[in-house]
């Protein structure tokens, strides 16, 4: 069973800028996609992008060019540089192993107000 627990949201204006981070547990991190889920009040959860072994990227269409997917092999992270922050980017922001579609951590918060 993969362990995941992310870090660093909070409160931020629009045109800010978060860095979220997640350290993974219970895989071989470097041999799995990795990716970042959001999901706001009252709707489902939506992808937002995802990193492969090789290090390739995708995004989802909402955050493309505003947001940055990495990945730390060494330490077991997966980070999500967010800039030019918009208010319905508001959420919570969960990592997942993309092959352990069913375990989830607990998330952290989003928030884009002024």
């Known amino acids: 069973q993969v362990h995941l627990v992310e870090s660093g949201g909070g409160l931020v204006q629009p045109g800010g800028s978060l860095r979220l981070s997640c350290a993974v547990s219970?895989?071989?991190?470097?041999?799995?996609?990795m990716g970042w889920y959001r999901q706001s009040t009252g709707k489902q959860r939506e992808w937002v992008a995802r990193?492969?072994?090789?290090?390739?990227?995708n995004y989802a269409n909402a955050v493309k060019g505003r947001f940055t997917i990495s990945r730390d092999n060494a330490k077991n992270t997966v980070s999500l540089q967010m800039t030019s922050l918009k208010p319905e980017d508001t959420a919570v922001y969960y990592c997942?192993?993309?092959?352990?579609?069913?375990?989830w951590g607990q998330g952290t918060q989003v928030t884009v107000s002024s």
């Open positions: 997942s192993s993309l092959g352990h579609p069913n375990d």
């Open positions: 990193v492969f072994p090789s290090g390739t990227t």
């Open positions: 219970g895989i071989t991190f470097s041999s799995f996609t």
